[in-house]
């Protein structure tokens, strides 16, 4: 037979009928088996010594089957009673922690580089050698191209040449024009003699001014067949190996390399309507510092990591919402030292949200869920478990916010909310969390 500990006092009691009524019928079943054996067997044993002992024997049979019924409810009743004395089961508790923290607002980021180039050739021709290695940090300057500069080089020296004859003959001139001035005061030739040798002056100095341009043009050429890195950063892989001939910048330039800027480094990042009119909100209240014109700190977190690794400061806030998200595009700029985030990675950038406030804070393990509710269990003064709803804030410190329901004194279970039972009583041990005493 099972007992059913759990069940009512009133259903054991039910029980008790039912089975003193199964008993009752047994009794009933076993006489009429017992006559029928009487009046075939009666004749034999009616005349011996025992005469009348089996009739006696089958109709007492009930009587100790009836007897451990009654026993076994018995020991169900005295298993239950025990069970209902046993000690409340033990659970540990802790006080909330007070402390003074600030909300941060959570978005995806994705990081791009302040500065990204395409290398691409200036000046057209073969490429003579590659002068980097492919994925290597360059620094402003360092050379990365080498085209072949003979032609180029050819062009100098014309246009050195045609500087010098434009030189002579602006030396020339300024002689002619120097003679005439002495001449005309003694009427040897006459003024439009003057003017005209004036006027060939100019014109040779206007073509030395030609040549000496078309020199620098023809030397900036032999200069651009050194193709140097203009910013410090990474470089890509090289696009075009030696041998191959380039388009210049009077075609389509060939592209080479690319390179992009590591440290700092702006991460994007979508604010959505709501938060930006929150944080709007505590701006127009003096309760938060404006981006725009605050360089407000963030947090990022890194694909894989727990916690932030990185902080930076606020760099940029766009001038409308996208009307297709309905978000705010924001940037934020941080440093990188040890250069290890690449544009185009991901992150989780934590934006400041408030002006710091106290607040209560308890672990995660402590808050249970009710269909849509938050709820957590405090003991109360007489040992008594009670279900208190609370409203929880963001996490701070490995600690949840809790806005409202609780007090500073109230006793948490943190530990054992499985044995706890709302209105039965627990024995509760105290424990510390947070660093702080509960």
């Known amino acids: 037979m099972r007992c059913q500990n759990e069940e009512p006092r009133g259903s054991i009691s039910k029980a008790t009928t039912q089975l003193q009524s199964s008993i009752a019928t047994f009794e009933v079943v076993q006489e009429t088996e017992v006559s029928a054996i009487e009046r075939t067997e009666y004749s034999a044993a009616a005349t011996g010594p025992n005469r009348g002992s089996f009739r006696r024997l089958a109709r007492w049979d009930g009587a100790p089957i009836g007897m451990l019924f009654a026993l076994a409810l018995a020991g169900c009743d005295e298993r239950a009673q025990s069970q209902a004395a046993a000690p409340p089961p033990p659970v540990t508790v802790a006080q909330p922690v007070k402390r003074t923290v600030t909300d941060w607002d959570e978005f995806t980021g994705r990081f791009e580089a302040i500065q990204e180039v395409q290398v691409r050739a200036r000046v057209g021709g073969f490429v003579n050698s590659v002068e980097f290695k492919d994925g290597a940090i360059v620094h402003a300057g360092d050379l990365l191209y080498v ?95 030696p041998g191959n001939l380039v388009q210049g910048s009077e075609g389509s330039a060939t592209l080479l390399t690319s390179i992009v800027s590591l440290d700092p480094i702006y991460i994007y990042f979508d604010v959505d309507e709501a938060t930006y009119l929150k944080n709007n909100k505590l701006w127009f209240e003096g309760k938060r510092p404006s981006s725009r014109d605050t360089a407000n700190p963030v947090q990022v977190t890194l694909t894989g990591e727990t916690k932030s690794s990185h902080e930076g400061k606020m760099d940029f806030l766009d001038n409308r919402l996208d009307a297709s998200t309905g978000t705010l595009r924001s940037r934020a700029i941080i440093p990188d030292h040890d250069l290890s985030i690449l544009p185009g990675q991901f992150g989780r950038v934590r934006l400041i949200g408030s002006s710091p406030y106290e607040a ?28 208190r709803g609370v409203e929880l804030g963001p996490l701070a410190e490995g600690l949840r916010v809790v806005r409202t329901g609780l007090k500073p004194d109230d006793r948490v279970i943190i530990d054992g909310i499985q044995r706890a039972r709302v209105g039965a009583k627990v024995a509760p041990k105290k424990a510390e969390f947070g660093g702080k005493k509960s």
Request: charged share 25%.
């Open 360 to 387: 209560l804070l308890m672990p995660d393990t402590a808050i249970a869920t009710d269909q849509s509710r938050k709820i957590v269990f405090v003991v109360k003064d007489d040992d008594t478990v009670e279900a």
């Open 147 to 241: 085209i072949d500069p003979r032609p180029f080089e050819a062009v100098v020296l014309q246009a050195e040449g045609q500087l010098a004859d434009a030189r002579a003959k602006g030396e020339l001139a300024k002689r002619d024009l120097e003679r005439g001035l002495t001449l005309v005061q003694t009427s040897a030739v006459s003024e439009q003699v003057v003017d005209q040798r004036r006027q060939a002056l100019q014109a040779a100095r206007a073509a030395e001014t030609q040549a000496e341009g078309a020199l620098k043009a023809a030397q900036l050429n032999v200069e651009f067949t050194h193709v140097v890195a203009p910013i410090t950063g990474r470089v890509s892989r090289h696009l075009v190996a």
